[in-house]
């Protein structure tokens, strides 16, 4: 029997062979990855100087201890090349092998605007535990970064670096904190609570290129309005896009994501997606609480019962402790409006629809004490 192949060894794909694993114990299945394959919790890396831990620190288990604990095969640093539907095959580069069944967990991309500069290639983005290992080396000895992008992974970065007593500059272009997660008077509060860290925020500029200075020592990121900013290490945390591009070579149906049905069925038979790659009946969410939902129901749906994935409640913590905030945005494209209600650092904004309905909230300081509270009033996501 062709053993069920699931790409990625993220959150996403581990955790579908975990669950996998609590209902089928025998069937045979393979883990692709294109990294190292440790088991990891990506959240945890922008927390690394909080907490003091390493990349080894992080790691919660070998490849092989995970190919062990759930009696599976882990092929690591396997890039795979394409994916033959018809034939049920998945192409890699000498070689191939047939599915009976094939998860997508492929993650998202970092993706940064096109940059001028001698030093482009010294940029740093962090969104693999690898990653993360190469820039706490890059940061040995330094004092200083700066940050392009202040959304959730810049401004978690910004905290972060700032308690491991880096003095960080941060480049949002799009004029405050959080601007695609939070209302006005709650970036406000965050970007308070990272300048009193001694953050320095440049709110406005684009980044135009990234330089060696002239002793050659550092870098110099140059801005749209002129600006040069000095620092030991530049970090990218712009953006980052699904990884659909295997997906739509291979002929599947793509949009944001890769398509797929609630059951994480893709347009190909046997072929499932989840986690940061998957667009689940129009809904892309690169975050923990979905891919688990996601992981437990699909673990049903290859053990023989379809299992339709459900989303409840989708609270996003950011992890700022300058100012904590938890955000639970409002469905795209609906039409209603944030009443905010602050009290310094504190704000609660609660996005009504033109019913009067709660849709989604924003809250910082003590008012993220309302969670709760909160979660009860909204609908599911996606019952
Ligand atoms: P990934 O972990 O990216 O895994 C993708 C896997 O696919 C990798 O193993 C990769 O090697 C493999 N792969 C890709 N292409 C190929 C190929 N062609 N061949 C072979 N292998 C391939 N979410 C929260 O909910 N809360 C948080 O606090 C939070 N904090 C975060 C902090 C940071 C710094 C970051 C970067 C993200 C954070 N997130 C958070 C988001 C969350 O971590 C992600 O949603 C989640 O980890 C995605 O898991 P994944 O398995 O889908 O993708």
Request: proline share 6%; hydrophobic share 40%; aromatic share 6%.
């Amino acid at each position: 029997m062709n053993p069920i192949v699931v790409i990625g060894s993220g959150l996403a794909g581990f955790n579908t062979v975990k669950e996998f694993r609590k209902l089928d114990k025998e069937t045979p299945v393979v883990v692709l990855t294109a990294d190292d394959g440790r088991n990891y919790s990506k959240p945890m890396l922008s927390t690394g100087f909080t907490k003091e831990k390493s990349a080894d620190d992080l790691a919660m288990a070998s490849p092989e201890q995970v190919a062990e604990q759930f009696n599976v095969t882990v092929r690591t640093g396997v890039h795979v090349a394409g994916i033959d539907t018809d034939r049920r095959r998945v192409l890699l580069p000498d070689d191939h092998l047939d599915y009976s069944a094939l998860v997508l967990a492929l993650g998202a991309d970092t993706w940064t605007p096109p940059l001028d500069g001698d030093a482009v290639g010294e940029v740093f983005s962090v969104n693999d535990l690898m990653d993360y290992g190469r820039f706490r080396q890059a940061l040995e000895g330094n004092k200083s970064v700066t940050i392009l992008g202040g959304g959730l992974i810049g401004c978690e970065f910004a905290n972060d670096l700032s308690n491991g007593g880096f003095q960080v500059s941060l480049v949002e272009p799009l004029g405050r904190c959080l601007p695609m997660l939070l209302p006005e008077a709650a970036s406000a509060a965050v970007g308070r609570g990272l300048e009193s860290l001694g953050v320095t925020f440049h709110f406005g500029p684009l980044a135009k290129a990234v330089h060696h200075n002239r002793n050659g020592q550092g870098l110099v990121t140059e801005l749209s309005d002129g600006t040069h900013l000095e620092s030991d290490v530049v970090l990218s945390a712009i953006g980052l896009r699904p990884r659909i591009d295997l997906a739509k070579d291979a002929g599947l149906r793509t949009n944001r994501g890769i398509l797929t049905d609630r059951t994480l069925r893709t347009s190909a038979p046997d072929v499932y997606a989840l986690g940061d790659c998957a667009e689940v009946e129009g809904h892309v969410l690169p975050y923990v609480l979905p891919l688990m939902a996601g992981a437990r129901a699909l673990a049903k749906t290859l053990a023989g019962e379809a299992t339709p994935v459900s989303y409840g409640v989708m609270p996003v913590t950011i992890k700022t402790p300058a100012c904590p905030v938890v955000v639970c945005p409002p469905p795209e494209e609906l039409e209603g409006e944030w009443d905010v209600q602050a009290d310094g650092n504190d704000v609660q904004a609660l996005f009504r629809d033109q019913e009067g309905a709660l849709r989604g909230y924003a809250l910082t300081g003590e008012a993220v004490k309302e969670k709760l509270k909160l979660n009860k009033e909204l609908p599911a996501l996606m019952p």
